[in-house]
């Protein structure tokens, strides 16, 4: 597995531990010691999974050795966990997008208005 995929990968997850879960450490497996309880088994299992991959990818003749398709479903499900905790700031966006929407109609129909009222009178 290409070293800079594996380490692109590790740092999505450790920047989701810290700005969902508020992880702390300077290492992807300090996070998750950091935020172990946190997390449900199987997410757990596979951010430690990742983060031994990590630490194993350091050595050229071990890297051969790592399992990408293991590492990949390891990180889609660290971050399939960890993405939707998001969800209230997705909400507020959504809200934002629906006033924009009214606002906007709402100019542009007062426009029209305004100019009917100036060709008429």
Sequence with gaps: MDPTTLR????EVSG???SRLGARGPTLAARIDS???ALPRKVRRAAQALARAEACAAAPKIARQIDPRAVGRAHATCVGYLRPLGMGQRLWG???QVIAALFFGGLIM???IWALRA???
Excluded: E, K, P, T
């Excluded at 692109?8 to 740092?11: A, E, L, Y």
């Design 16 to 18: 989701l531990l810290v």
């Design 8 to 11: 692109r990968m590790s740092d």
């Design 94 to 96: 959504g809200v934002l």
């Design 119 to 121: 060709a008429i009178g």
């Design 110 to 112: 007062g426009l029209g």
């Design 35 to 37: 935020r172990a309880r």
